[in-house]
């Protein structure tokens, strides 16, 4: 295994000298400084060419990976059609409020229900940042240039990388997966306007994305189609079904408010079942808030997005436990 760190230009990079020093002299280590700022793509690209692997692992700077998190991970690129692997990403603040509390819940069921759901199929719709992995083969022969150029409407695109990566792998023809057995942790917001500010980057990214989705979309399984619209239409009907309920409240019957609030906690007790029965934690009852999250913010948020999807501004922390190293990429070596 080859370890590079890549500090993107941060402005403490004095501060982390000693540190960086330390990690250099370790054998199979390699610290990487450029000398400006150019987002994570660049970065990433930076360990690329630095390193001759045959898989590459990405993690995100405040991702905390299990011991055998690497190993796992690595076990499906047995498989020659497989491209790309992603892990099962936890949340490390998970008990620091009731928002950190929900986010580590929908974490749980974006990957343990939904990621593993296409894995079945073999068409994981987007390798998670934090822990993901890579044929080298597959971004050499298919994808690596346009990865790093891509832009959308004339201007270069800062956010949305992880998304954008899985859809060159899917439409090179390669399988991707979600492995459960492969852990890690990563921090997650711990104030509302930080989640709305995240969520708002990852919602322009999964609809600019779109442009890409479409054309492999029809090679592969129903499920991953079905999918793909259920993510895409449900957020415009949710709108619509608030708007009027609300409507119909005011003029009509203001207990239409009630039934809707109803069926929005029944929707969430019959999305929670699932996850109760796996973990036998009944905290997952909690996550009947986040349905009433969704609706009100999550979903106009959705609306925000699609109307400026050119605003590239990141919108999110870049900084992490007092350190703004960017990422890290971990390359099992040739054998």
């Known amino acids: 295994m080859r370890v590079h760190?890549?500090?993107?230009?941060?402005?403490?990079?004095?501060?982390?000298?000693?540190?960086?020093?330390?990690?250099?002299?370790l054998p199979g280590w390699r610290v990487l400084l450029p000398d400006r700022n150019r987002g994570k793509r660049h970065a990433q690209d930076l360990a690329f060419r630095d390193c001759q692997a045959e898989i590459l692992v990405t993690i995100d700077s405040d991702t905390i990976v299990a011991p055998d998190g690497i190993g796992e991970l690595v076990r499906p690129f047995a498989d020659p059609s497989v491209g790309a692997v992603t892990g099962d990403v936890g949340v490390t603040n998970w008990n620091t409020n009731n928002l950190t509390r929900l986010i580590g819940m929908r974490y749980w069921l974006a990957f343990n229900q939904e990621r593993a759901a296409q894995s079945l199929y073999r068409t994981v719709l987007c390798c998670s940042g934090p822990l993901a992995a890579y044929r080298r083969a597959t971004l050499d022969a298919a994808c690596w240039r346009d990865y790093i150029n891509q832009s959308y409407r004339?201007?270069?695109?800062?956010?949305?990388?992880?998304?954008?990566?899985?859809n060159l792998i899917l439409a090179s023809g390669h399988d991707t997966l979600f492995v459960p057995a492969a852990k890690a942790i990563t921090n997650a917001p711990e104030t509302l306007p930080a989640y709305l500010k995240q969520q708002l980057r990852w919602n322009k990214?999964?609809?600019?994305?779109?442009?890409?989705?479409l054309p492999f979309l029809l090679r592969r399984p129903l499920y991953i189609i079905f999918e793909l619209l259920v993510q895409t239409m449900l957020p415009l009907l949710l709108t619509l079904a608030?708007?009027?309920?609300?409507?119909?409240?005011?003029?009509?019957?203001?207990?239409?408010?009630?039934?809707?609030?109803?069926?929005?906690?029944?929707m969430a007790l019959a999305r929670t079942s699932y996850a109760i029965c796996r973990t036998r934690r009944l905290s997952f009852l909690l996550f009947i808030l986040y349905g009433f999250l969704h609706a009100a913010l999550l979903v106009p948020l959705r609306i925000r997005a699609l109307a400026t999807l050119t605003d590239n501004r990141w919108g999110t922390r870049t900084t992490t436990s007092g350190t703004t190293i960017r990422r890290?990429?971990?390359?099992r070596p040739r054998s």
Do not use: M
């Not at 608030?242 to 029944?266: C, E, G, K, N, Q």
């Not at 890290?328 to 390359?331: G, K, S, T």
């Open 205 to 213: 990214s999964f609809y600019r994305e779109l442009l890409w989705t």
């Open 5 to 25: 760190i890549v500090d993107d230009c941060s402005p403490n990079r004095a501060e982390l000298a000693a540190l960086y020093a330390e990690y250099a002299a």
């Open 154 to 166: 004339g201007i270069a695109c800062t956010y949305g990388d992880d998304r954008h990566l899985t």
């Open 242 to 266: 608030i708007t009027t309920s609300v409507l119909f409240a005011i003029f009509d019957d203001p207990h239409r408010l009630i039934r809707y609030a109803a069926t929005i906690t029944i």
């Open 328 to 331: 890290i990429a971990l390359q």
